[in-house]
């Protein structure tokens, strides 16, 4: 059975910094897309972050230069460093793996496993 666990999320004040974590059972992280995507309140999902099986990164324009996407082979687990947080940043911060295109990867549908998500709320 595959799973996919996020931690990490929290509070914390603008321009600060937190490490998301995203624990994978059942899968090998490194033979899938692995994907951070988040969603505000009233908003539409949002891809963030991926890391491809190739070992390719990929990011929003809007966290390109504050947010890094790594693996760690030995726990198999995917974690998302944030920095230089911003109010905007605030959202259920979701992990999800899957095989999509290049062209495709920052398409939800395209994911087969997700994970439960993790709240991060930056604010004063």
């Known amino acids: 059975q595959v799973s996919l666990a996020e931690s990490g999320g929290g509070y914390v004040q603008p321009g600060g910094s937190l490490k998301l974590s995203c624990a994978a059972s059942g899968i090998i992280s490194g033979s899938y897309t692995m994907t951070w995507f988040r969603q505000a309140p009233g908003k539409e999902r949002e891809f963030v972050a991926a890391?491809?099986?190739?070992?390719?990164?990929h990011y929003a324009d809007s966290v390109k230069g504050r947010f890094s996407i790594s693996r760690d082979t030995a726990t198999n687990t995917i974690y998302l460093q944030m920095n230089s947080l911003k109010p905007d940043d605030t959202a259920v911060y979701y992990c999800?793996?899957?095989?999509?295109?290049?062209?495709?990867?920052?398409?939800?549908?395209?994911?087969?496993?997700w994970g439960q998500g993790t709240q991060v709320t930056v604010s004063s």
């Open positions: 890391r491809r099986h190739t070992g390719t990164t």
């Open positions: 999800a793996a899957g095989r999509p295109i290049l062209s495709a990867i920052a398409t939800g549908n395209m994911y087969y496993y």
